[in-house]
């Protein structure tokens, strides 16, 4: 593992993670101060109390993961959590439909959005929103269908050598019992990268996540 990007709820997990491995660890501000907030943090005013008091506190390179979907990404509370990002400049990290996207870019054209699961989207729709937008990458957390047989998905195979520098590979280690399988998963991972020219493949592995948060941490605020 060369860095991962990690959020918690709430955040004091993510900030003992940091603390033990400030190296490999990327801070990603989760909007949710215990899971209980995942149905509920749109419309929760004192999620922003929340996220503005630890944005004061700590560095992070992204606010997110969240579940955002449709209109609802054009509440207050989201609408506000956007504009947090883009005054710290960071990155979204949206687990969220393709509507929820459009509306988030609609707020900010200069957000940077990850978009969590590649929105769980087929290839086609994937691609389509790769190329309207360019400040959209897709992390491949917790999906199986870019694997046929143990090999790339065609469909995703070509999507992968056609926007290399647009994917990152993701674990989505979201309760404690999935760290157990962080080994096996790179190896399956192994299995379909080595199916990819080479070049791609590194970029998806660890080059692009380096080359968006690598230096997020280190920068001037």
Known sequence: VKRALVSSSNDDGNQKLYAEAPDIIVPSLRPYRSRADIGTWVRDDAIIGYLEQRLNKYRYAAIGEFHLYGADADLPVP??????????????????????????????????????????????????????????????????????????NPEWRALFIEFPDRFLLGTDTYVPERWHYVGEHANWARAWLDELPRDAAERIAWRNGETLFGDMLTRKP
Not at 93 to 122: C, K, M, N, T, Y
């Open 79 to 152: 609408r506000r959590m956007v504009q947090l990002a883009q005054q710290y400049r960071l990155y979204l990290h949206a687990h969220s439909d393709i509507d929820a996207v459009e509306r988030l870019f609609r707020q900010d054209p200069a957000a940077r959005i990850l978009w969590a699961h590649s929105g769980f989207e087929r290839p086609g729709e994937v691609r389509a929103m790769l190329v309207k937008h360019k400040n959209l990458w897709c992390d491949l957390a917790f999906r199986t269908d870019h694997v046929a047989g143990g090999k790339a």
